[in-house]
């Protein structure tokens, strides 16, 4: 599958095609345009070339009709292409609901994945095909970017915050991935494969791993072992906010300003945790900056979630 | 007002001959021909790194290359090329010596300070140079952060520094364009009488002032990250990392105006010449140019569009990117009707302006699918960007620069260069260019990123292609620069107006003496009236 010259990328995922339709409709119109130009400056090189030295052609200053159409027509048509390249985006960045999650992390010079129930894997990933697939995302340390041609997707990897995409792969067989992002020395070995499976050879591979411990089951240990819980008492009596139901609900902070808490807010309030206060607790947690490292952020993550989302704030 | 040059006239070139007449000139022409030597050195640098990246690239493994010399290379290559040459190439040799002839000025508003700008190109180059010999850099030319802030260990401080000192040479030669031309015309010289290089030249000039300073400050912030630990755009110290991309394109996008904009200045002049006629639409191509300037500060965010910015931002972008497109297109349409009806002859630099023509075409509606949110997912950080960006700033920049050079050679120099081996060249880039990057559109589509040292065997062949195109490139440079070379000892003497063309700079000597003008000009006509004026010196004699 991977050798011979082709001029075409394979097309393996459900945006793929609609994003090969708008650029099919691309081709149309720069080929087109580009071959007006090239008809018409060579007819008028061949038409009128310079037959004796002495030539003085008629002056033509303008044509005001002329720039209008040749401003008007150009312009409408971008309009179409932004129109539809914004509807592809827009798809292309909003995951259908009731995902499969898995969890990224890059660092140089490698991917680490984590699958709902625990596997883990490295520059690999194993998926069913016709299931969709979220992916979060975040780096370890410099941005990095997952590209998977044959699916049409790409997103930053970024240190610091989490990044989505998602897919649904149409067909199975293996598939590039690539680091898109410049990340130094060894960017070009930041390679792996997806590898598309039928769902019951899915589920063979999954079961094939043995018992895993899963991220939510990791992220309790953790909970623990970090002494999380001296503070975050379920019943909300601790020094600092119970968790449960905390996810994706609105919190008020001590400078009367609200956040969701997301992933992104909940590991920044494991890294730096003065940055963002709840109202009515006081600043007394230390920081777990270069305690936890971002797998273990993720678990804890996923912890906090199986404690119960508030999925109505969610949605919106 | 004389016609032809004798051998023994004084001119600029030979007023004086010292070294220190020379480097301490403030004689604006004297001034371009210190620029034109110190950016072929600078070309001729980054295309040795080109050279090396391409040979790399011939074999999938990265056989010639460790990886980290390769990263270097392309970095070389891009951080030369960009900041070194194609920035000052046409605003800074072209136009410091055509700016104020074609106005009927004697010089610049200040001279001395156009002086400080080469000398603070020097100084910057310097920099980057010694960075490069104490064993280079490795960030790109972008300078991503948090890469190039907290984990390369390459000579990034060094290099950061040339690339902040050298915006300063940018900064006051655009100052130095703008006063020179809003104050020092000829009488008669109207804002609609301008020829459309100086109107290019002014658009850039805006862009150069008020671009620059923000690169400034952002390598100067990465030189605080990098060198003092302030959290800036490193999220492990507090900061953030998009925040680098929203202020380095900010300028980098611009820039890229910077680049292109003289071209299509030098562009116009080369099609009404060779076409003998008025450029049609001359309004419109002129507050095109005005239009991409103004315009081209609002698009920096489609650099970004899977960077994790917000869709709203991503959607916005896109909207103003397909707008910025649009003047470019009206210059392209007003070029094409210009030659309808004309008189149009094929001296090289008209080969140049159809090569430009071309080039910049496909390298424009290419752009349209990186404006593009959906399809720009798949193509961004892809070898369809790097081909993009090449069939614009070679195909377009370059190109133009190169046929400015040769409609203007015989002005710079008073000698011209044989005709016949110039066709050749301008053909031989063509096919070269060509060859070398339309691979580069099917690769990225493909699906090879960029900035690779090694990469999966299915796309060799179309690297081989591209390799072996960069080779017949390099010779078509190589030529150019021989013939040209050859040209200033053997070259036939040049007459005053060897094209028949009209504009000021035709109707003083080649070369021009030191003053330019015996006396002011008095302008009474339309740029490129063509059919009013009868040229100076029509051709009687042919034209080698």
Redesign the interface.
Known sequence: MWTGVRFLPERASTMAGQVDALLLFLVVVCVFFAGLIFVLVTIFAIKYRRRSADEKPRPIHGSLGLELIWTIIPLALAMVMFGWGAWVYISLSTPPADAMEIFVVGKQWMWKLQHPDGHREINELHVPVGRTVKLTMTSEDVIHSFFVPAFRIKKDVVPGRYTTAWFQATKAGEYRLFCAQYCGTSHADMVGRIVVMEPSAYEAWLRGGGMIESPAEAGARLFQQFGCIGCHLPDGKGRAPSLVGLFGKKVTLTTKQTVIADEAYIHESIVDPQAKVVAGYAPIMPTFKGLINEDGLAQIIAYIKSLGTDQKAKAE | MSTAAGEGRTNYLNAASSVKSWLLTVDHKRIAILYLVSITFFFLLGSIFAGMVRVNLLSPY?DLLQ??TY?KMFTMHGITMIFFFLIPSIPAVLGNFLVPIMIGARDLAFPRINLLSWYIYVVGGLFTLTAGVLGGV?T?W?F?T??SS???NTNVMLTAVGVFITGFSSILTGLNFIVTIHKMRAPGMTWSRLPLFIWAQYATSLIMVLGTPVLAITVALVALERGLHIGIF???L?G???LFQHLFWFYSHPAVYIMILPSMGVISELIACF????I?????VASSSLAIAVLGFLVWGHHM????QS?YA??IF??LS??V??PS??K???W??T????????EAPMLYA?GF??LF??GG??G??L????????L???YFVVAHFHYIMVGGAIMGFLGGLHFWWPKMTGRMYPATLARAAALILFVGFNLTFFPQF?LG???M??????????FQ??NVLSTAGASILGLGYFLAFIYLLWSLKYGAVAEANPWGAVGLEWEIPSPPPTDNFDKTPVVTHEAY???EVQPHA??EVSRV
Not at chain 2, 275 to 278: D, F, P, Q
């Open positions: 990265g990886a980290a990263n490795d790109g972008t991503y948090p890469y907290t984990y390369s490193d999220p492990a507090g953030d990392p998009i076409s003998r006629k008025r049609f639409g001359y309004g419109f569009f899977v960077s994790g869709v991503g959607l896109s909207l397909f707008l497109a649009i297109a009206i392209v349409f007003n094409t009707a030659m309808y009806k004309g008189s149009i002859s094929f159809f023509i071309g075409t496909i509606l290419t349209l699918f404006a593009n949110l959906g399809t720009d997912v798949h961004h950080d892809t099917i589509f493909l699906g990123p960029r900035r690779y040292h090694v990469y999966p065997p299915e062949v179309l009236a063509y059919d029509a051709p």
